[in-house]
């Protein structure tokens, strides 16, 4: 079975920057998308940015211009790079693979993460 390890939380200041990876435990024989989204206190969790089995990218509006989602096949790795980071960025975040790959959705490939940490101080 696979399981995505989430590691690059931590504690910043405002307009810091972190860079947060989400690896799978093991390969996957297909591609597929993967995403973040984070949780904060007392709200609901929320889409932050996705990258499709095409590398299309999508991004949440209050991220757009400040974090960058990339992705690297060969490892079965996300990565998001946050950058001028402010109090409303902390939450839990949590890496989420979508099983789909192209128009086949993968049930078994649809996964999230244990969730890490981003914690912005004013």
């Known amino acids: 079975q696979v399981h995505l390890v989430e590691s690059g939380g931590g504690l910043v200041q405002t307009g810091g920057s972190l860079r947060l990876s989400c690896a799978a435990s093991?390969?996957?024989?297909?591609?597929?998308?993967m995403g973040w989204y984070r949780q904060a206190p007392g709200k609901e969790r929320e889409l932050v940015a996705t990258?499709?089995?095409?590398?299309?990218?999508y991004y949440a509006a209050s991220v757009t211009g400040r974090f960058t989602i990339s992705r690297d096949n060969a490892d079965n790795t996300v990565y998001l790079q946050m950058n001028s980071l402010n109090p409303e960025d902390t939450a839990v975040y949590y890496c989420h693979t979508d099983g789909r790959s192209g128009r086949t959705y993968y049930g078994a490939l649809e996964l999230w993460g244990q969730g890490t940490l981003v914690t912005v101080s004013s």
């Open positions: 990258i499709d089995s095409n590398s299309k990218k």
């Open positions: 093991r390969s996957m024989t297909v591609i597929v998308g």
